[in-house]
C-alpha cells in the first residue's frame, strides 16, 4: 500500500532513512563524471555502457535501501542469497515444468554468492539463468504444438496428474518434462471438453495461448529480466516488497492508485500477436468516438511525420505507450475491425481516462423487514481505497478520492430515506492509507483509526474531523480478497462496534505498509532515465485495540460458508509474511452495536436458513469436493472421475462461456447488488441486524484500555 504520494513520501523519506544511517551510504559513483580540475577525455557514448551501470546501480540501491529501509532490517547475506537463488528459478517457473534438474546442477556454484556478485555489480547469473529458461521454453514450445496437433488423447483412461510443484522434484532429463506437458495438455484438452467446445476448437485456442506464452517470454527486455531477479530477492525478505521496473512503476502510479490515465480509453489484450481491444472504457476518448469496439485489432499507429509503426509481435506494454499520451493530442489507429478483414484507420483525439468502473458505486434495494415494513437497503460497493494524493495535497475538489465518492453516495442515500448502509468489500485489495482514515471518519466522530510501527517505534493514526457522513447501522461484507486498508476500515468499524460484519471467515491478512521509492532520486545525477522504484515494507498497521492485522486479519462477526475459505488465499500463506503481534490498546469510543448475544443470534437465525437452502446445500458440496481434490495432490484426467469428484451442478449445467457472459452482461449493465443465494443471505442477515440491534445509534461510550 503507498502511505502518501511520492511528493509528501520524498521528505519523510529524507527524514526517516538519513536517521537510519542511509545517507552517507548513497555516495555511490556518479553516473556522469564530476566536474574535477583535471579531467580526463570525454569518451564517446556507449549506450550499451550506460545500460550496464544503470542496472548496476539499480541493484545495488535496492539491496542498500532494503537493508538499511525494511522494516525487519534484513541481512542481504549468504543465507539470503540461497533463498533468493530458489525464488528467482520459482519466479520463471513456478510448477516446474521448463527447467531440468542439470540446469539448476550447472548453477549450483552461485547459490551463496547472489549477494556478492550483485553487490559488486555483476548481474550476469539473472541473465544466464534467463537465457536458459528461454532456450527451455523454445523447446517446449515444439514439443506442446506437436502434442496438440498430433496426440491422441483416452479420457477414459485411469491416469492422474501431480497438482502441487512443492511435492515433486525438477524434471530428471527431457523424456520426464515432455510426459509432464502431455499430461498437462491432456488436461487442458480435458477442461475444455467440459467447457462444451470440441477437439479442433480446443485445438486452436490451446495453440494460441501456448504461442502467446511464448511470445511474451521472448519479448522480455533486460529491464523485465533485471525486475524479475531484484524481485526475487526482496520477496524473500517480505512477500510485498519488490522492484518495479520504469514501466510498471509508471502504471502503478497513474492506473492502479489514481485510477487515471491520458490516452484514448481502452484496454488491451494480447492474442495470437496482436493488440486486441478488451474493453471501450464507458466515457473515454475511443467510447465517445464510437468507432472502435471489443474484439477489434490495432495493428499500427501512424505518426506525425506519416511513419507507420507496426505493433503486430510488438509486446503489449510497448503498445500501449504509443498509444498513449498528453490529453488533447491525437493518434491516428491502424485497425482491423473485428468484422472486416480490411484495414483502416481512426484518429482520436486523448482524453483523461478516469476508470469509473474502478471507482465506488451504489445501489438502493427496496425490500420489506421482518414485520412486513418497507425498508431501503444501502449498498456501496467499494472496490479499493483509491485517491490521488497530489490533487488532494493541492487541494483540489475534484480530485480522485473514495471518500469524496463515497461521502456523495451517503448525502443521496439520507435524502432518499435510506435505513441502513451495507458496504461490499469483497475483493478490495487496499489502496492508501490516507484513504482508509479519512473513510472511517464518515463513520466515527473522532479517535483512533490505526496504530502505525516503524523503527522508531508505534505512532497512532487518528480521525481528528468532528462530526460523521452516516450514523445509521452498517454493516460491511467482507471476503478473503478483502486486504490491506479494507481491513483498516474493518478493524475500526469492529473495535468501535460501530456496524456488523459478515463474510469469509476473516479477510486477508495483510497488516504492512509499503512505500514507494524512486530509484533515480538516490543518484548524484537526476539527469537520468527513470529507473524504476522500489516497493518497500516500512511499517506495520495495528487496530486501535492493539492487535494486528498482519496474518490474522478482521474476522467477522456473522461468517457465511465460502469456498475461498478453502483457497491457499491470505497473508499466512505467503513465503515470509512477517508475523502477527500486538501493541498497546488505545482509548476509542464504543457505539455499542454488535455484543456477544447480538451475534449469537444473528448467526443461529442464518445457519437455520443455509441449512434449509438448497443453494448452500449444494456450495456445502462444492467445498467438500475441492478440499478432497486439494488434499489428494492430484487430479484424474478421466473425464467420467473427473466430473463426479470436481465439478458442481451449476457446472455440469452451464459452460465456462455461459458463465463468462453472465459476468460480462452484469458489468455492462452497471449491476451493483445481484440476487443470488448467497447475496440474498447477507440481505437476510442484514434484516435481522436492523430488527435485533441496529435501528439506532447510539451515543458513543469511552472504553478504557484493556
Known sequence: MIRSSLKRFRALLLVGLVGLGLATALSLPPLVAPSHAQQAPLAQPDPAADAARFDTAIAQLVMLILEKGHLSKPKINEELSREWFDNYFKQFDPQKMFFLKDDLVGFEKERDRLAVLAQGGDLSFSRRVFDTYLKRHDERLAVILDLIARGTYDFTAEETMETDPEAYDWALDVEHLN??????????????????????????????????????????????????????????????????????????????????????????????????????????????????????KIVGVELEDGTIVDFVEMRLSDVVRYIRGPRGTKVKLLVIPVDSKERVTYEITREKIDFRDQRAKSQILDLKDRDNNPVKVGVIKVPSFYGDTEALLNGDPNATSVTFDVRAILRDFRSRGVHIVLMDLRGNGGGLLTEAESLSGLFIDKGPVVQVKNALGVTPREDTEPGVAWNGPLALLISKTSASASEIFAGVIQDYERGLILGDSSTFGKGTVQTIIDIKNYLRDRNVPNLGALKLTIQQFYRANGASTQIKGVEPDVVLPSLLDQLDIGEGKLQHALPFDKVQALPHDRFGKTSPELITQLNTLSKQRRDANDEFKKLNERIRKYLDQKNSKTVSLNETIYRERYLSEDELEETAEERARKRREKKEQGVVWDSNYYNDEVINVVLDYLKLGGVQVAAPLRAAVR
Open 179 to 296: 510426459e509432464r506437458w502431455r499430461k498437462r495438455i491432456k488436461y487442458d484438452l480435458l477442461q475444455a471438453k467440459i467447457d462444451g467446445d470440441d477437439l479442433e476448437k480446443a485445438k486452436e485456442k490451446l495453440t494460441i495461448r501456448y504461442r502467446d506464452r511464448n511470445r511474451f517470454v521472448r519479448q522480455m527486455d533486460k529491464m523485465d529480466v533485471l525486475e524479475v531477479y531484484l524481485s526475487a530477492m526482496t520477496s524473500v525478505v517480505d512477500p510485498h516488497s519488490t522492484y518495479l521496473g520504469p514501466r510498471a512503476f509508471d502504471d502503478m502510479i497513474n492506473q492502479d492508485i489514481r485510477l487515471q490515465l491520458e490516452g484514448i480509453g481502452a484496454r488491451l489484450r494480447s492474442e495470437n500477436g496482436y493488440a486486441v481491444v478488451e474493453e471501450v472504457v464507458p466515457g473515454g476518448a475511443a467510447d465517445k468516438d464510437g468507432r472502435l469496439h471489443a474484439e477489434d
